[in-house]
Structures are given as structure tokens and as C-alpha cells.
């Protein structure tokens, strides 16, 4: 800034003394002591401060608003520390609370493949794809984290949709293939029901006994079906489908959803709908982790009820792509879809194998030393370099790493254990967190894993792998 005062101010007087000097000639004037301070001096100086005057107002107020957001953002931040601080400081006495529930079945989708393929492209630093069919606004194609799988399942789904839009659409078809990818799981929950509904519910029994065709026609066709077997079996009540989908489409996700829901499922798996629960659940990323937590909390007392969540987001819809545009140029669209099958640990289902735990603890102040008296071998797993710790923080803040290291590093668990899921699902927040949260259960199935965020300093969700030996001895008991 002052080399270009200097250099604006040095060029005047070169250009003013070189024209005066050749006017005070031409009229043969002779100048004194004051005329020379005045033209060759004062007046280069004046004209400079003129001419530079916007640009230096210009930069001024810049810097004053600069201090300004400076002075602010160093306010914020000191309030968040102060917060955090008063929050583990309230904390610091209260008992770890920990809440555990069975896991039968999960599956994972997204651009880099299938469950512990979307790890390995983590790890391998794979970057999005060149989408030709979104643009931008100068007709040119952007990257997306498109899923091309899905690609081969819309041309059915728009004739039959076409008043929906290609993104209500996607996302309709990514909660058809999770839900093919639970098929086994729900047919062995479906037979449960059906066993349990004999034994234990006269109500839903007549309604199975009363008409053993009425969900496939082709039992029509055949006579003398037998009377179905009554077993005592585990009591099951209800199968509930909770869906998490981006608070954006609150408005715009079609009512007739739902009872499509109920009646796929009802012809699919012969189940009754008086045993199916379908609920859909809008987020965003301020409420994720609380609704996350809130949805736990219900499953693990629906001791009679087993539950299958999803989460699900797509944003490769060119309508939708040209609004973000507006905001940001560098936009990048991304689709995903994750799901688990989930049990009160007072459940006991039939030829269903739970195959993890998920531990959700609070208040835990030193989640190493808590773990190790959990499990002996997680000191050796500690030891080892393979990442088991998903972390959901945008790793592009400037404080995610040092808190990351401030939380974990007193546990032991250094940087190379943890990968971060944030920048491979596009530019939106909402989902993110529940899609880490739910991808975390595929780093590895022989290890404990962890989903962290230093959001929520003392709350971890730890995925614990299952002892087949002793699981084969509880069932042979």
C-alpha cells in the first residue's frame, strides 16, 4: 500500500515538474523559492492524495471490517471454548451412561461401491467423477459422487413417476435396493412375526388364519394349504422402517410414500400392517446427532419391536444443481444411502444372527482407558496402524485436528487411526453425519470400531464385533 503511494506520488511530481518546467521556459518566467516548493512539491502530493483518495477510502473501510469480523469470529470462538469447557466442567463428575442394542444386518452405498468398498476408496483418496449429465451454468459438466448403478433403475420408475422429481425419484429408488439388501433379514423378521402373532396375538393370528392367499395370489392356486404351525417362539410385535431423509425435502417428499411402504412390504414378506410401522424423519446437520440419538433411545426400550433405519440423500437432479449453483460455483452434488437392522438387546429373534453391538456412550471422559477394561485386546489394536475411528468433522476446519488430537490423543489413539468421511459425500451437511455414523460399522468387523465427532467431545458410538464361539454357546444353550 505504501509502495503504491509513493510510486503514484513520485510519477506526479516527474509528469507536473517536466510540464511546468517547460511552460516557466516557453513564458520565460523565473520562479522563486515558493513557486518551487508549491508546483514541484505541494502540488504532486495533492493531486496524488486526490487521485488515490476512493482506492485508500476503499481500503479503510476493508480493514476496518476485516478487524471488525476478526474481532468478532475471536469472540465466537472463545465463547464456543468457554462453552465446551462449562459443558465438560458439568460433566466432569457425571457416571458414563451407556446404552447397547443388537445389530443384524447393515449394508452401505454410495459412488465408490458397496460397504467396505466405500473404506478402501477412502483410504485410496478417490476423488469425484466427471458427471456428464449435470451441468453447470455454462453448460459444461461437473464432478458428482453420482452413483452409476442407480442409473439402470429410473427409466421404469419415470414413467410411472413423472410427476416426482429426478431427486425424490433417486431417493426412492437408493431405499429400494437397502431394502433388497435386507431382504434376508426381513424375511426371517417376517416369519418371526407371523410365528409370534399365533402364539401370542389372537387378533393378528385370525387375520393370518382368515385368509392364508390374500398377499399371494398364487396361494390361490393350491389346495389343501396346511393350517400354520403354532411355536412358542420370542414375542415380536412390530417391525418399524424409520427412514432419515435431508430436511429439504420436508415439503416436497410425496404423502402416498408411506402406505407404499406398507404395502410392499406387506405383499413382499406377507406381513400384516397392523405389524408395520413406517415413519419418515426429516434432518439437517444441526439436529442429526440429536435424532440419531433420540431414535436409539426409542429402539432400545421397544423390547418387543425390532427396527430397520435408513439414511438416505441424492442431489443429482439438475433442477436442484442449478439452485446451489446460485450460491456457490463449486458445488458438488453427491447421493448416498446407508441402513441397519436394530434390536433391543431384551430381543431374541429367530434364525437371525446378530453379528455387532452398537455402544452409544456419554460423558466418557478417557474413552481408551474405558474400552481397555471393556476388551483386552483393544491396547493391541491400538498398537496396530489400520484406521477403526470414522471421524465426521470437516477435516478443512482449522481446529478439527488439533481438537481431534485434544480428545483422542489422551486415549491413545493417533492420527492415522482416524479417516474422515466428510469430503467424500459432496458439498451438503445434512446427512453427512448419519451416513458416518452408519459407514462406520464396515471399517472392520474384527475390531471395535468408533464414530467421533469433536462436536460432542465426550459422546462416542462404538461398534463391537460379536464372539461367534460364545454366541454359538448362548444359542446352544
Known sequence: MIKIIISTILALIFITSGLVIYYWRDVQYDPTGIDMLQFFILLPVCAALLLLSP?????????????????????????????????????????????????????????????QEIIEGMQAFKSPELDEHLVNHYGLPILSYRIKRLDDLLPEIE??????????????ALIQQQLEQHSESLYHIAAHLRKSALFYDAETAYEYRMHPGWINEQLNNEENEPEPSVQQVARLNKLNLHILLPASLIHFWPDEAQQELLEQLEQQYEIVQSQIHVEFHYVDHGNAHVVWINLLNDIHQQSEQISLVMAVQSEIDQEWLEEQLWQSEQY????????????SPQLSMEDLIEIRTIKTLKHVKNIGKYL??????????????????????????INTAKKVQQYLGT???????????????????????????????????????????????????????????????????
Open 55 to 115: 482506492w485508500l477510502i476503499y481500503k479503510s473501510v476493508k480493514a476496518y471490517q476485516t478487524r471488525k469480523a476478526q474481532k468478532l469470529e475471536a469472540a465466537e470462538n472463545e465463547e464456543k471454548r468457554q462453552q465446551q469447557q462449562s459443558e465438560l466442567e458439568k460433566n466432569k463428575d457425571k457416571p458414563v451412561e451407556e446404552l447397547t442394542l443388537k445389530i443384524y444386518s447393515s449394508a452401505v452405498i454410495h459412488n465408490f461401491g458397496e460397504n
Open 159 to 172: 414413467e410411472d413417476d413423472i410427476l416426482h422429481s429426478m431427486r425424490v425419484q433417486r431417493i426412492n
Open 332 to 343: 458438488l452434488p453427491g447421493e448416498y444411502a446407508a441402513s441397519v437392522c436394530l434390536a
Open 372 to 397: 481397555q477394561k471393556q476388551s483386552l485386546s483393544f491396547a493391541d489394536q491400538i498398537e496396530q496402524e489400520e484406521p477403526f475411528v470414522l471421524l465426521l468433522d470437516d477435516p478443512l476446519q
Open 411 to 477: 486415549a491413545g489413539i493417533e492420527l492415522h487411526h482416524g479417516l474422515y468421511c466428510h469430503s467424500y459425500l459432496g458439498s451438503t451437511a445434512e446427512m453427512k453425519v448419519l451416513f458416518g455414523i452408519l459407514l462406520c460399522m464396515q471399517m472392520n468387523e474384527d475390531v471395535i470400531t468408533l464414530a467421533y465427532s469433536v462436536q460432542h467431545p465426550q459422546t462416542y458410538f462404538v461398534y463391537e464385533p460379536i464372539n461367534r464361539l460364545e454366541h454359538f454357546e448362548q444359542s446352544a444353550a
